[in-house]
């Protein structure tokens, strides 16, 4: 690539990608729902059927002064007066992404605003919303494309060369993802972040069910991703010329928002040296890329399974607490080092059983409660920093994840367990196939 067209891309990335605000400290979420039928498990239709997802919401939206939209691509989708919409993904997974809030208990009490009352509401529905990494019951032939825009198709098209896991990753996942600012310190949160995605992985593991069977590993959403396309997902990062290494990054992936006319998808970047760096689909290939932390004005954690709104607190407390508290961000560079590809492997199949991981676990959950505490009561109200204490005590400190309680014990038939819910604090029962 000659040199004018890469600094011309790479200026782009530190204009808009990787460019700090003038605000700080806010934070933000996307968190996914999976829908099924209560009584049956089976997922749940979009729109044509009598437990269809799109017209309960209408219902619901209309009670709720909820405005109907369609997004850019031509989907359904409901703007929210608190802020914030709600969208489908291609599977018909349900996500609700809030604006940018001042603190986590603001951003808690607008999650906590929006998602509680739609889960019980669907429920009263026979619509359960499942917050769970990854379908339990249904294998990913009973989870169609429910969303077939061009984008999609050729998303759809490209990800089932590389193999089966990118139609799971696209209809079956479900994630709960943390949008932070760049602010101060740029470049040391980015290493943060990008050492700090397994351990979210590992502590944060809620899906270790597929298919209505033990999948083996803590978090089979995050093992999905491990195998989509290793040329646009894991750790981008590089303690020295940290854009550019993002830009070799974004370039060596395959485009899949352009075709050569023998259909094919060239790297995004052969492409730009015969076609020229025009920003519009160079912008939509950045949309494409799904590394663990994204740089997109603001840094996106990507690295959580989707949880219960009892537990939203923990990953907020973790991610703010080590991001915006300069003396735990550094005690965390220290803790954690680089980087690193293998362990973020293992995190989805191991867990906190990883040696590594389960060890350092507890001491980084440490630094970051000691972070919200000097980050101040009007920033993370001590009730919610209550609650992340008690999700790190019943899981993190026995060295634990959610996933422990989702598994069905012995003897159970392999799925019977409370996926409904998506949270242990209930009890165990059974959803009839």
Same mark, same amino acid.
């Given at each position: 690539?000659?040199?004018?067209?890469?600094?011309?891309?790479?200026?782009?990335?530190?204009?808009?990608?990787?460019?700090?605000?003038?605000?700080?400290?806010?934070?933000?979420?996307?968190?996914?729902? %999976?829908?099924?039928?209560?009584?049956?498990?089976?997922?749940?239709?979009?729109? &044509?059927?009598?437990?269809?997802?799109?017209?309960?919401?209408?219902?619901? !939206?209309?009670?709720?002064?909820?405005?109907? &939209?369609?997004?850019?691509?031509?989907?359904?989708?409901?703007?929210?007066?608190?802020? !914030?919409?709600?969208?489908?993904?291609? !599977?018909?997974?349900?996500? *609700?992404?809030?604006?940018?809030?001042?603190?986590?208990?603001?951003?808690?009490?607008?999650?906590?605003?929006?998602?509680?009352?739609?889960?019980?509401?669907?429920?009263?529905?026979? %619509?359960?919303?499942?917050? %769970? !990494?990854?379908?339990?019951?249904?294998?990913?032939?009973?989870?169609?494309?429910?969303? =077939?825009?061009?984008?999609?198709?050729?998303?759809?098209? *490209?990800?089932?060369?590389?193999?089966?896991?990118?139609?799971r990753m696209m209809r079956q996942t479900a994630s709960l993802q943390i949008n932070l600012d760049i602010g101060a310190e740029p470049w040391l949160r980015w290493r943060v972040l990008n050492a700090a995605a397994p351990y979210f992985v590992a502590i944060f593991a809620n899906s270790p069910l597929s298919a209505g069977a033990d999948a083996g590993c803590a978090s089979a959403r995050a093992q999905v991703w491990r195998a989509v396309d290793p040329e646009r997902t894991g750790l981008p990062w590089r303690a020295h010329d940290p854009v550019g290494r993002y830009l070799d990054f974004a370039l060596d992936a395959p485009a899949l928002v352009v075709r050569t006319p023998a259909d094919e998808h060239p790297r995004f970047g052969d492409w730009a040296v015969r076609c020229g760096a025009a920003l519009e689909p160079w912008h939509e290939h950045l949309t494409?890329?799904?590394?663990?932390?994204?740089? =997109?004005?603001?840094?996106?954690?990507?690295?959580?399974?989707?949880?219960?709104? &009892?537990? *939203?607190?923990?990953?907020?407390?973790?991610?703010?607490?080590?991001? *915006?508290?300069?003396?735990?961000?550094?005690?965390?560079? &220290?803790?954690?080092?680089?980087?690193?590809?293998?362990?973020?492997?293992?995190?989805?199949?191991l867990g906190l059983r990883d040696h590594t991981i389960g060890r350092t676990a507890p001491d980084l959950t440490t630094i970051a409660l000691e972070g919200c505490e000097r980050l101040g009561a009007g920033y993370f109200h001590p009730a919610d920093l209550d609650e992340a204490r008690a999700f790190f005590e019943r899981f993190t400190w026995c060295g634990r994840s959610p996933a422990d309680e989702l598994r069905p014990p012995r003897g159970m038939p392999s799925w019977r367990t409370n996926v409904r819910s998506g949270s242990a604090p209930h009890p165990l029962h059974t959803v009839p196939m």
């Open positions: 690539m000659n040199g004018s067209l890469r600094s011309a891309l790479l200026g782009d990335l530190e204009r808009h990608a990787f460019a700090a605000g003038a605000i700080d400290r806010r934070v933000g979420a996307e968190t996914e729902l %999976i829908p099924v039928e209560s009584e049956t498990g089976r997922r749940c239709p979009l729109d &044509d059927g009598p437990l269809a997802l799109l017209p309960f919401l209408r219902r619901w !939206g209309s009670r709720q002064g909820w405005t109907e &939209d369609l997004t850019a691509k031509g989907a359904p989708c409901f703007l929210l007066p608190e802020g !914030g919409d709600l969208t489908f993904e291609p !599977g018909g997974q349900l996500e *609700y992404s809030s604006p940018p809030c001042r603190s986590p208990s603001a951003l808690l009490a607008l999650l906590r605003g929006v998602v509680t009352p739609l889960r019980t509401a669907a429920e009263s529905e026979g %619509i359960t919303l499942l917050a %769970i !990494g990854l379908d339990p019951v249904n294998g990913v032939e009973q989870a169609p494309l429910v969303l =077939r825009s061009e984008r999609y198709l050729r998303m759809a098209e *490209y990800l089932a060369r590389c193999g089966p896991a990118g139609a494409t890329l799904f590394p663990e932390v994204r740089p =997109r004005g603001h840094f996106e954690l990507r690295s959580t399974d989707a949880l219960a709104p &009892d537990w *939203y607190a923990a990953p907020l407390a973790l991610a703010t607490g080590l991001i *915006y508290d300069p003396p735990s961000l550094h005690a965390a560079a &220290d803790l954690l080092g680089e980087p690193d590809t293998e362990l973020l492997d293992r995190a989805g199949r």
